[in-house]
């Protein structure tokens, strides 16, 4: 499926923001913070949104996140646009010439976009006010790569005063190409679990492995054994993965390990699926340790729920969505990422989408967490004139009913 550029669409105020857009997005790209470290970012938001006119209740939100609220001119519905605001661990091998200056820190997932869109999105809607019949709660949201900013800024009453009736928002997508939008109702993205399994051996000489128990074997006989957990206990038409991500053991190269630890991650949509997922993951590893005679410890702790999409919502969404980039342009693909939009998806209806920042074109074909991440600026425009055309659709929506 190739994507048609719809940028002829774009209203006049949003073309003439292109270069602002992209001059925003650089900025913040280099300057990431961690999450729950977004202080520098926290105050290039708060100011400026205190520099957009007719832009109410700018204030700080959930320690290091931001909000603002864009009111129309005539009364109405309320409904929340979302941007998360926060940076990755990774460090930037992308050779822009606005590469992160933060050392080991880099935004490697698109937030920096997602910043620029949002910001956009307000100085548009605060300039188009005499058309807009409610008000637009907007949430700069820290945290979520390391979950739980959702969470505070909802526990902060983001939701109330005035009552929010839908939620929106979008992630740029290395995968889906410029042009298109991938959405869908219902499971859109997972429930992310993760487990750490410490495996106790015994430890020993390398040249007499008799005498002990060494876990880095178990170890690789667990990592073995745990990929057939989904593919042979799960029924082929649920959905779920089992990843483990490190592996760590021993002290030399002479040294039998007596201890390993792994971690790794359960996605999943439905809770049920989970439980079965924990059970036989346990169920596997405990026959594999017992075969080998070693101890182990199972541990695990589930993060944000699923992101489920409102049927209604995004029935919504795909009706702009065909009238903007064509129905030839609409992916349906869930993802088993996770995103803590969920929780804003799980108090009130919504719908949260891909917007497609691929151009293989122009080399632009990156990956999400990888330190050469790269995506096409172009879309940073189609993210406000669709995201506006979005947000009225819901206001008109809510007001009809």
């Known amino acids: 499926m190739t994507a048609v550029h719809p940028g002829d669409q774009l209203r006049p105020a949003v073309a003439a923001m292109r270069s602002q857009l992209r001059e925003t997005r650089r900025h913040f790209h280099r300057y990431p913070e961690l999450s729950w470290e977004e202080y520098r970012t926290q105050r290039a938001i708060l100011d400026r949104l205190a520099s957009i006119q007719d832009v109410d209740d700018v204030r700080p939100l959930a320690r290091t996140g931001a909000t ?5 001119s005539q009364p109405g519905p309320c409904v929340l646009w979302r941007a998360d605001i926060d940076a990755l661990p990774i460090p930037e091998e992308s050779g822009l010439p606005f590469a992160s200056e933060n050392p080991g820190v880099m935004h490697a997932c698109g937030h920096d976009a997602h910043i620029a869109i949002a910001l956009g999105l307000v100085e548009l809607l605060a300039a188009e006010r005499e058309s807009l019949a409610g008000s637009v709660r907007f949430v700069f949201q820290p945290a979520e790569e390391a979950e739980g900013g959702a969470r505070a800024c909802i526990d902060e009453g983001i939701l109330e005063d005035p009552c ?6 979008l992630h740029i997508s290395a995968d889906v190409p410029l042009g298109a939008i991938n959405v869908a109702p219902g499971p859109f993205f997972a429930a992310p679990t993760g487990f750490t399994l410490e495996i106790a051996g015994t430890g020993g000489h390398a040249a ?3 005498q002990g128990v ?3 074997v178990v170890a690789a006989h667990c990592i073995t054994a745990l990929q057939t957990v989904v593919s042979r206990s799960l029924n082929p038409v649920e959905t779920a993965v089992l990843t483990v991500g ?4 021993g002290y030399r190269h002479n040294v039998m390990a007596g201890s390993a630890t792994l971690t790794g991650t359960v996605r999943t949509y439905r809770e049920d699926v989970l439980q079965q997922m924990l059970r036989r993951t346990q169920e596997v590893v405990a026959g594999v340790c017992s075969a080998f005679g070693a101890e182990y410890e199972f541990s695990h702790l589930t ?3 699923a992101l489920v999409n409102d049927e209604s919502m995004t029935s919504l969404v795909l009706g702009e969505a065909t009238t903007f980039f064509g129905h ?8 088993m990422g996770a995103e803590d939009m969920s929780e804003f998806l799980r108090a009130r209806p919504g719908c949260y989408f891909w917007l497609g920042a691929r151009n293989e074109a122009q080399g632009i074909a990156g990956r ?4 050469g991440f790269v995506i096409d600026e172009d879309a940073l425009p189609l993210g406000v004139e669709f995201g506006a055309r979005v947000i009225h659709a819901a206001l008109e929506h809510h007001a009809s009913r």
């Open 368 to 371: 999400h967490h990888d330190p």
């Open 68 to 72: 603002a609220l864009v009111r129309g």
């Open 208 to 210: 007499a492995p008799h």
């Open 303 to 305: 993060g944000c729920p």
């Open 246 to 249: 490190t592996v760590q053991a």
């Open 164 to 169: 929010v009736e839908s939620a929106f928002g």
């Open 214 to 216: 060494d876990a880095v």
């Open 328 to 335: 030839r342009n609409i992916y349906g693909a869930p993802s």
